[in-house]
């Protein structure tokens, strides 16, 4: 079981360049999200979701594209990379159910902007 | 909508010392909570959490965490703290059904562990 796996780990990109970071889980989880994380402003969800061909937007959606063809991956692409989206990304994994639903993070990617 | 505060950025104890991290949350139902841990180059990696029941609940490596409903509150504690718990820590509140995977994260409180 890898669990939340994310590729690459690092990035540096130029201003304008597109890209797309992977994640991927295999625990059969219904529920993904995207966070990026900023010095002292803890996480905050660019887009989520809840199944296979459903995707919503989370508190910071503008700059990012999501699909969920498979239940397994949840690819999010930068569609013209800014300085300001220079941060830490992690993608998140949960089940539906109450009683489990605690979110298991991947290691995270660190995307540079210049 | 949903919001954690954690109002200390940063806490130092000395080893062996305990520790409690504040939080806050603010949330219209029965809140989901939990605490994380992120270890300095890695993610984040469940404590523990609070659905429902008894609101003092165990997590893993000696902490715990009690639910006040009265006070919002939902602090983290542990009775002797070891240099291997330095490291930053979030509190965040989450939801079931359509909001679920939409958790909200405090900005974390970074825990410096002296000797």
Request: contains cysteine; proline residues 5%; hydrophobic residues 30%.
């Amino acid at each position: 079981n890898a669990g939340v796996t994310q590729t690459p780990k690092f990035q540096v990109l130029k201003t304008g360049q597109s890209m797309t970071l992977q994640c991927a889980q295999d625990m059969n989880h219904e529920y993904m999200s995207w966070y990026r994380q900023d010095p002292g402003m803890g996480l905050r969800l660019i887009h989520y979701s809840v199944g296979a061909g459903i995707t919503d937007q989370g508190e910071v959606p503008n700059g990012y594209n999501v699909s969920r063809s498979t239940t397994e991956d949840f690819p999010l692409r930068l569609l013209s990379a800014a300085p300001s989206q220079t941060s830490v990304y992690f993608c998140a994994s949960s089940y539906s159910s109450s009683r489990q639903y605690e979110q298991y993070f991947g290691p995270g990617t660190r995307l540079t902007v210049t | 909508a949903q919001s954690v505060t954690q109002p200390d950025i940063h806490i130092t104890v000395s080893e062996g010392a305990s520790l409690e991290l504040r939080c806050n949350y603010s949330y219209g139902a029965t809140p989901y909570l939990f605490w994380y841990v992120q270890s300095p180059g890695q993610g984040l990696q469940l404590l523990l959490k609070y659905f429902s029941g008894d609101t003092l609940v165990q997590g893993i490596k000696g902490f715990e965490a009690e639910f006040k409903r009265s006070q919002s509150s939902f602090n983290l504690r542990k009775p002797s703290v070891h240099w291997s718990d330095a490291a930053e820590y979030f509190c965040a509140v989450g939801a079931l059904n359509t909001n679920a995977g939409k958790s909200t994260f405090g900005d974390g409180t970074t825990l410096t562990v002296k000797p």
